[in-house]
């Protein structure tokens, strides 16, 4: 294929239409003048060599083609209907009105009743918790980290709680006490909630062990009477 | 004052990944100390410094989600003075759960500011699209950086992003500034190329980063290694230029 066989187009002038969309910016060079395309030579392969003979049938034949050829008119417009201007109007958003067929009106008036009952079924929703539970496990407080590689991270990130920012470079607002210092882990949270129904049960059963035990010694009592 | 840079263009494979792991490390270079952080869940961050995404457990979706989660447990330590929070591929899932919060776009800047590290410079890389992820990352920053290659399709994105930073300075973040438009992939031999930077420095004129990053197959070498450029290939100009683009962003923020 030639080098030359397409018109380079050039970005030169569009650069704020391309990267601002400033549509004001008309492009004077969008397409590079290129080389002026050259006039077919005798020689040229793209040229149809044709006789005087060969060219006289060419042009008798599309004469002959342009003669027979059915003739074009503009198809006749079937007349329409009259509109029906007797037909009840109704209002549609811009306060307009518009001809509704009874059947038409039936149906937007279905509708807008259908609208006002649509809502949104946020149960469909599934929490967070159920779409994906590896992920949420992902947790690091509650996740154990096996403890050499606990000690390794916190090696790693001695520095980072014993460089103060250089007075140079402050940090950009007052180091805060991590949230997790001021409230239980949960970790801990969990624990506690799931002993809680294990210490029900122990004060009920000690409870009612101590009504036994008082119970049946007022009964010996009442024998020995 | 730390400084909290974001870099965005919903372009991919524009280089956005491997500027914030060169940035960083040539940031390190002079002394500074820089967290990044991965804000994409293809973890290209994250990959270009040798931390597989497959297999972080604790990044930059746990921050982003537990408001309890210690910055210095998501975080690991990549080189001297260098911290990455790296991305997992939870991250997507974590995108679509912050997607039902009414907080969903100011979480990171709200954990950033509740655990604020003791870095220079916080350097976020952000997924190439302008969702949820993206958002939180020019929320929590004061200065974008939007690389682009030197190519016309991808010059067109910056106009959406223009927009985008636009919209959150007037609504969440008034304090985002353009830091600069970096051209990126660039290829001198190319006459499109160079027609290319010549209009987005007509447009961008001083917003414009003198550095220009080449195209180079060092860009992609590097990240095998598990390694920065500054890291793989000390002397190779791609490594000068990133040097020469953190000189240009420690300048421009005094």
Known sequence: MADNDFQR????????????????????ESVESAAPIPEPTPDDPAVLKLTADEELDLLATVSTSISTAPQHTAPKQQALPPPELDMPPVANLDGETLPLTDDLQSLVADAYETADQISIDTEAIPPLEDESPSFVALNPMDVELPSEVAALVDENFETWAESAPSPVNPPKSEPQSPPIASTPAPAERNELSHMLPLIAGWVVAILVLIYQLLKDTRRDEENEE | MTRTLVIANQKGGIGKSTTAANIGRALTEQGYQVLLIDLDPQGGLSAALGVDSYDVQFGSHIFLLHDSAPIYRVSQRIGDNLFLMPASLHLTVAEIQLARRTDAVIRLRDALERQPPPVDFIIMDTPPTLGILTANGLVAADELIIPVQCQYLAMRGVRTMMQAMQRLQKNVNPSLQLLGVLATLYQAESLHSQEALGEMRSVFKQRMFETV??????????????????????????????????????????
């Open chain 1, 9 to 28: 187009a050039s970005m030169r002038g569009l650069g704020k239409k391309i990267l601002l969309g400033d549509e004001s910016v008309e492009s004077t």
């Open chain 2, 213 to 254: 990053l080449a195209y180079d197959d060092i860009m992609a070498e590097a990240p095998v290694a598990g390694k920065s450029i500054i890291d793989y290939a000390p002397t190779h100009p791609a490594a000068h230029a990133y040097r020469a683009l953190a000189t240009e962003i420690i300048n421009r923020g005094n």
